[in-house]
Every structure is written in C-alpha cells, then in structure tokens.
C-alpha cells in the first residue's frame, strides 16, 4: 500500500482538527486514505452559491446632470463603487497583502502555515480565537454576508466565528482559487472589505478619508486604509480611536517591510508622518443635493417618484429602492444646469422664498418629453417652518409635478387648447365662426353662479364679444366662444383629449367628473380642473411635436454597475392626436402670444410681448382661474415647452391676483430665450387648408 506523503496528511489533519466538526472528521478518514491534499474539501465551483460566481455587491447609484459629470446627488445603503484593480495605487495593494495575507500569491486560497500557526494558538487558549482565514476566505466571508437577498439575521450568520462557518470558507475559496486569477481576487476583495466610516471597499475609502480616487494614495495613506479593515469600528481616526488607527498604520508599514514591499527608510518616513485626512462624505438622496443648488431637491424628489413607478428595476416599490440603493446604476438626468438656473432665476425675481405665493414652473422638451428644469420659490428641506405656513418657506412636497399632497391647481383658459384638438379633430375647421355674446347659456348644468340651474359663463371682457373664428377667440381667451363649442364638440371629448395629453386627475372630485360626468363638464374647458406644471408644459409640448406625446422623463441615460444600457431611459412616446390636428391647434396657439398664424387669422392676443421679446415662432396660452386666484401662462417652441402656475399652494382662497400675469409673461419670454441661446431659430408646419378652412373642406 503506498504511503500518502506527509505533507498531504498534515494538510488534512490539521484542517479536520482546526475545524472541529463532524463534517471534517468525516471526510479525514477518506483523506488520509486516499492520500488526497487539502483540495479535496473543494466545493465544485458549478456549486459555489451565485453570489460568489456573480457577486452582487452592493454599490452605490449617482445621479449626474445632463452634461454627465455635475453630481446631483448619490444612493446607497452602504457607500460603494467598484474600481478595477490598475486603478488602485500598487502601494495600496501592497499594504492591503501584507497587512491581511503576505503569502496571498503563494497558496491555493487556504495557507498551510496560517493553519499551523491558529492551530497551535486554539490549542492553547481552548477555543477558535484564530481563523487562519486567507484573504480569499475573508473575501468568501464578506461576500455572504454582504448577499442582498439574505436577511440581517442571516447576514449575521455569515459572520459568526464558528468551526461550520470555517469549514465553508476553506470549502469555497479552494473552489474560487481554482478558477479564478489571483489578481481578481485581490480586486474583488478591495472592492468590497468594510474600512469603516460607511465606506465599503477602497474607493470609496479613498474618497471618504482623503477625498481622492484610490489610484492617488500615497504610501502613508494606503497603510492607514489597509490598517482599517481588521478593526474598521474601533480604529475608525474620524469616528473612532485615531491613535489606533495611526498605530496600526505603523504595523502595516513593518509588515510590507518584513515582506520585501518596502524598504526600511522608507516605512520609518510613512510612519512618522502626521495623520493628514480630508474627509469627505458622499450625498446621499435628495435632502443632500449641494447646498448651492438646492433647487435641484424638486428635481430629485420627482425622479425617485419616476424610478419608484418603473417596472424594470423591480416588481414593488420596495424593490426598486433597493435596486436604486444597492444597483450601481449611473444615471445622467435631463436636468440642465443652465436651464434650471435660469428658471429659478426667472422665478425668483417674481416672488421671494418666503413669499406666500409660489410660481411652480416646468420646462420640458418636445419630442422626448425630457424634463430639462423644475423650480420654485422655495427651499427644498424638512426644517421647521413658521407657524401656520406648511410650505414655505422649506417643503419637499412636489409642487411642480404634483403627488401626494399636491393635486395641482387651476389653470384657467391654458385648458381652451383641448376644446380646439377636439373640435378640429371631429371635423371643424379653425375659421369656424360664432358671435360670442357677453354671456351664454349653455346645456350644461351648474350649481354655481348658474342662470336656471345652467351653467352661463361671462367673457372676461366686453371687448371680445362678438364674431370670432378659433383664431381669434382663442388669442382673446374668449370664453362664450368655448363654451359654445364645448356644446357643438362634447365636453366628455374635451376631457378625453386632456387625457391623451397627458393631463393627470389627481383631485378626487375632477377623478369622479372625468369618469362618470364627463358629458355634463362644460366648465372644463375654462381649466376648472386642478393641473401640475408639469403635466401642462408636456401637453403643450406634445403639440409643438406634431402631436407626439410622450411621458415626463427625468433621465437622457442609465447603465447598470456593468455598463449596460437600461431600456427605461428611453423616451416613452406615441401619436395622441394626427399631425395637422396638433399643427391647427399650434396654428390657433400662436395668437396669444404675438405670434402670426400661417393664415394670418390673429386679431389680438393675451401676451402679445411674447413673440417680441423671445424673437422666434412661439405657441402659447395665459389662463386666470376664478377671481384670478391663479395665474398661468404656457409657451412652447419646437424646441422647448414652459409652463408656469401663480398660486398659494397652502390657501386657494388667497388670489394671487392679475397682475402677475404680466410679469410672469416676462420671465418666460427671458428664460426661453436663454435656454434656446445659440440653437437655430425653427419654425411650427403649417397645418393643411382643410384644418384651417371651411371653403376648403367643401372643395370650393
């Protein structure tokens, strides 16, 4: 019978006795026979649990601007990122080897002396006070216990100083050693050990303590980092012991020297040199968008309600904020700095933060319904307000896109451009003619202000009353005239339109009108109805697109922790009226701002500076809401769509008056024309002869 060699049997042997467990007593009999070395105890590698084949390491997302480099802000739970190994600094390699495992590029993942050596320390104290544990068994540990599928409490089990849990380790970084390369194994590791102070692996380490990537560590610095992982919570030197951690920098430094890494001047110099950190901490949500740009708090707030609403970062809510937490997803948002700083200053000049009325403003772009600014007067935070004020001055209720608290507020005539798509696309052209009175009667019932229980709206001014085309009573907001063809098209037709243009109900009572009342909502047409900024800029940036609706969307691009495009970033778009429909209400917008129809049917407008001062072909509309309690005004380009809402978001009884309107008028002339600074100056198509003429339709 041939003799196992030495070597081999003490392999197993003092891996049976490290472990204790009846699983290694087990197998050591079969070792010892068979002669088989420590590899035996090898896991199949096709066995190995996915999370060590494909580790899902927790990383932290960024949120970037649409430029791509300017953070937002970041989220996590735990502040991660992985970097590959050549972009780690070798001194940092080096300090991490000797400080963990010198002989890491000698053994096979389980090192024979480190037995040997926590063997005889057991021994003698009577207990598993030394594991032995190689930096691939440290890595196999960190990787099971950091599995996002897995429960805190068997998380905790992944790390309990058991001979089970030895056993495994052994089992699994034999497997791993044999069909991964040293080096990914270093590289893995780095990007996932714990050096405290929340940062898990070395970049973010690197960043949190000295505010640099970790291929820029000095030596000093790399021993200090490397001196972390044994104690990260005790030798922490910003949370913790700072003498301990520099002490422990101390030992990393003689241990590189004891293994040839580094010379002996050298670690001397490392070692007397001052703990020099520039800590920084990584943003984490919304609230820690910078201080200098705290306006972009709204636009964060809305992009979170969007990833919570995306089916392809998880089934629930729940599990689309982990993947957001814990994904490694780099996201560059629509937002663009220059435009969002020019709509907070075009806001702030109208109304100051504390200011009870707020200006919500959205800025959108047609054709891909990209959402390149949010603003509003006020600072997004939870600090304690006044009493009695509940947004201001700091909130973070949505008060541009609308949601939870916020179900929007009333637009006025902005809602007349619906009327016009639906009558234009039941087949009425835009010089249809009534000679509006000063007052109508309508069909609709009304228990307000009514003339026999029917709703009678009054035109804000006998100027407008009498004949008018779509052109013209569109441009002097003249009200008779809509209801009137509210009457002739169908209110429930008018609601349907505002729907496929992405006008969102959020009020109970506009909900329960547009389901089950629609036919008798005359008074919708006059944008009765409660509306978000957001949701009106991208109707009437459908328009300006041809009648290309598509979904608000607050990124340009995603990719995952592996560079991989998401889909989800892709605009969401689809035809919500033909294109001479959307080109004919366009034709007829173009009358309240000062800008010309391509048939020349404008006699007057609402905002006629507009055009002026913004210099290239405008669509547009202005609304008053009842006792001009609100003040709107929306103006698109092919380009760019703005909308804004006067209002006070925490009384509607307190009018914000019709004097803004004016006001407001220049602001959005100004921050259109700097957001479109240097694009080409382009025009709306005009839409067909039939759309526009009743000659026309009739073949005269």
Known sequence: MTRPPLNKIMTVLLAGLLAGLGLAVAALPAALVYGVGLSALAAPYSELPNTLRTPPTPQRSNLYANDGSTLITSFYQEDRADVPLHEVAPVMRQAILAAEDARFYQHRGVDLRGVIRAFTANQRGGEVRQGASTLTMQYVRNVLASDPRLTEQQRRAATEVTSARKVQEVRYALALERELSKDEILARYLNIAYFGAGAYGVAAASKRYFTKSPAELTLAEAALLAGLV????????????????????????????????????????????????????????????????????????????????????????????????????????????????????????????????????????????????????????????PAGWKNRPNTVNQLVAGGGAIQGYQAGSTFKLFTVLAA??????????????????????????????????????????????????????????????????????????????????????DERLARHGAREWGPF????????????????????????????????????????????????????????????????????????????????????????RLGRPVAGKTGSSEGYGTESIVAATPQLAVAAIATNPDDPQDPV????????????????????????????????????????????
Not at 433 to 439: I, Q
């Open 230 to 385: 044994r104690s990260p919570h005790t030798h922490d030197p910003l949370n913790g012991d700072a003498d301990a951690a520099v002490s422990r920098r101390a030992y990393v430094l003689d241990q590189m020297v004891q293994a040839g890494q580094l010379a002996a001047d050298d670690a001397a110099r490392a070692a007397a040199e001052p703990l020099r950190l520039r800590p920084s901490e990584t943003p984490n949500d919304c609230a820690a968008v910078p201080a200098a740009h705290n306006d972009w708090g709204f636009f964060c707030d809305w992009f979170t309600r969007w990833w919570n609403s995306q089916e392809a970062f998880g089934s629930t809510v729940d599990e689309r904020q982990l993947a957001l937490r814990r994904g490694g997803y780099s996201i560059v948002a629509s937002l663009d700095p220059a435009v969002q700083q020019a709509t907070v200053g075009q806001v702030s000049r109208i109304y100051p933060t504390d200011h009870p009325h707020a200006l919500p403003t959205a800025v959108v772009q047609p054709g891909t319904g990209r959402v390149l600014a949010m603003a509003v007067n006020r600072t997004y935070g939870v600090q304690e307000n």
């Open 424 to 509: 234009v696309e039941a087949g009425m052209p835009l010089n249809t003619v009534f000679d509006a009175p000063d007052r109508i009667i309508t069909r609709f019932p009304s228990g307000e202000a009514s003339c026999g229980g029917r709703w009678c709206p009054r035109n804000a001014s006998s100027r407008v009353d009498g004949e008018h085309t779509m052109w013209s009573a569109f441009g002097q907001s003249v009200n008779t005239y809509f209801a009137w063809l509210t009457e002739r098209v169908g209110a429930d037709r008018v609601v349907e339109m505002a729907e496929r243009l992405g006008i969102v109900f959020r009020a109970a009572s």
């Open 525 to 612: 047409t006059l944008g009765v109805s409660a509306t978000t900024p957001l949701d009106l800029a991208n109707a009437y940036a459908t328009v300006a697109a041809d009648g290309r609706w598509c979904a608000p969307l607050p990124v340009v691009r995603i990719t995952d922790a592996a560079g991989r495009p998401v889909a989800a970033a892709s605009p969401d778009c689809r035809q919500a009226v033909a294109r001479d429909v959307a080109r004919a209400a366009v034709d007829a917008a173009r009358c309240p701002v000062g800008d010309r129809s391509m048939y020349q049917g404008c006699e007057g407008g609402t905002a006629e500076d507009l055009r002026a």
């Open 657 to 700: 008056g019709h004097a803004v309107q004016k006001r407001m008028t220049t602001a959005v002339a100004e921050l259109m024309s700097l957001a479109l600074q240097g694009q080409p100056v382009r025009d709306f198509v005009p839409p067909s002869e039939v759309t526009a003429f009743e000659t026309a339709r009739r073949g005269e």
